[in-house]
């Protein structure tokens, strides 16, 4: 399954940011997820549950952040939101790149703090 491997390396690159602060618990690991990238953000969910223990992150939260489809035309330059087929609105150029929303990619990973301690007056 697409999402299983994907939550895999996923895991592995977040193993490997908190590697340097270990012990601490990770809380959420945010996600974004493009609507062309084939992924089903409730199997990502899942995904995330089922492989999350193997890598000692029992408990962590999985949030994803929908984005947007977003083109860069090479005619003219424009950079567009959700364009219709897949071509420039501006000047009819369907030979379009992709700049965002075919891709799953890591945004952020919440480490717990340790407890500040108290502090008498
Ligand atoms: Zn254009």
Known sequence: ???LS?????????????SDRAGLAV?????????LSGVE????????EQLAGDFGMTGTQLVIDEVPLMANCPSCGTVTV???????????????TIVSG???RLQS????CPEPEEQAL
């Open 41 to 48: 953000p409730e199997l990502l969910v899942s995904a995330f």
């Open 27 to 35: 809380d959420g690991v945010h996600v974004e997820v493009g609507p």
């Open 102 to 104: 075919d891709e799953v």
């Open 82 to 96: 959700e364009p219709v087929r897949i071509r420039c609105p501006i000047c009819g150029d369907d030979g379009v």
């Open 6 to 18: 994907l939550v895999r390396s996923l895991l592995a690159q977040v193993n490997r940011i908190r």
């Open 109 to 112: 990973v919440t480490i717990q």
């Open 1 to 3: 399954m697409h999402e």
